[in-house]
């Protein structure tokens, strides 16, 4: 019976301790992956405690990535681990014809898939259009897609790049070939010299949390991308994820 | 009157086009750093809408970082914009006697200050074990201190180092001396290769949020480094930033 494993003279407080025997369950695979935990109800019952206090074991496990809230339909195990993206390596490999998401996925074993949002002409954003040095609202090739992993989206990116670069190409067209629109930059002579990302980590908007299906409570990680080449800024991308769903990755060399 | 700038015939929803109004005036300082913003009812009595629109007009300000919501007391102008982190340049001063958080805070000429939480010894936790290639709970000198810049807790890092490096150096007092921990290792003759970053945003714990002050809705980044040095992992350090007060910056060369 499970309230016998709960101490009540233990300087660890019952909800970790709870937190800590469902913690053990998941670890042991006793609820796997995509299982449902118990119910609130049946927390306090087993382990006669009150509804606050089996809300926040829950919620320990919520914040530490474990679980998932379903809004009413309860608290479920998450079904994988987080995507490792992996900075130094995803770029490189474009000369094998491989996109950058596609070498995070066969990194990490996931299987994937692209839901194309749109490709075409449209007005660059403020903050956009100053990375890139163009003017506010002129006219840029936007794609916008979304990525999911196990059928489950997890990534929102869009992505702004120059007319003169990409105005009929195929970097205009969904399907932009082998190694992705970086390969075909590099087709038009452009030499690569750096990636600068910055990151932020904020709740979602309403529009973020539908497009990525996003459960309760859960934060979204920002990541804006420019891409140097060739002395100028040739595309801005600007990335929302799912932040339980990825680890990023950075390994910088010591100088 | 405000109402008369609400276009009910736009196809911008109108608890954008309220979000729009307040953003221009927190723009325009007519709502200064650390003012009030209006409150719901009045929002709901100047544009004639419901408490629900009035209280997605704020909440699109709050995602965007420009305003916190205070529980009880209302919303807020942030009183800074976020630091910027500069992952390239922040380690490289220590020659210069600066630690990195200093060289941050510099870039972004802010007022800041260290509380020092816990220097000593302690048991490693298993992650950091994992990383520093130790038995879980070895005992390592721990480093826990809080980060403020102005005034205002931003940061919470916690770092791990193996003894046969930290005890009885400087490493282990709560003053490690001009450029840090980093320019005590290499007085001892370690040659730092590289530090590898993990980033991963979530929500709080009740700790992290009370230790870092956090208002509700906030969103932590959790940054875990390992410094590599002569070959060895040399540090592990755990870092809890509020979300909203830092942009994390990373330039990565192509190859």
Known sequence: MPSSRIDPASDRSVYRQIADILRGKIESRE?????????????????????????????????????????????????????????????????????????????????????VLYIGRGAVPAGAAEKLGLDADAEVIIRRRRYLAEGQPIEYATSYIPLDI?????????????????????????????????????????????????PVATPVLHLVRTAVASGRPVEVCDTVMDAAAFVLFYSLPAR
Chains 1, 2 share one sequence.
């Open 166 to 214: 990409a105005d009929g190409t195929p970097i205009a067209e969904p399907n932009s070939g082998p190694g992705g629109i970086y390969a075909r930059m590099e087709d038009q002579g452009f030499v690569f010299e750096r990636y600068d990302e910055e990151i932020t980590a904020r709740m979602p908007s309403e529009e973020e949390a539908r497009i990525l299906t996003l």
């Open 31 to 115: 609820l796997p992956p995509g299982g449902q935990l118990p119910s609130e109800s049946s927390i306090v019952a087993d382990y006669e405690v009150s509804r606050v206090t089996a809300r926040r074991a829950l919620s320990v496990l919520v914040t530490e990535g474990l679980v998932t809230a379903e809004h009413g339909r309860g608290w479920f195990v998450r079904r994988q681990p987080p995507v490792r993206r992996l900075s130094s390596d995803r770029f490189a490999r474009r000369k094998e014809g491989k996109a950058a998401f596609t070498v995070d996925m066969e990194a990490n074993k996931r299987a994937f898939a692209v839901d």
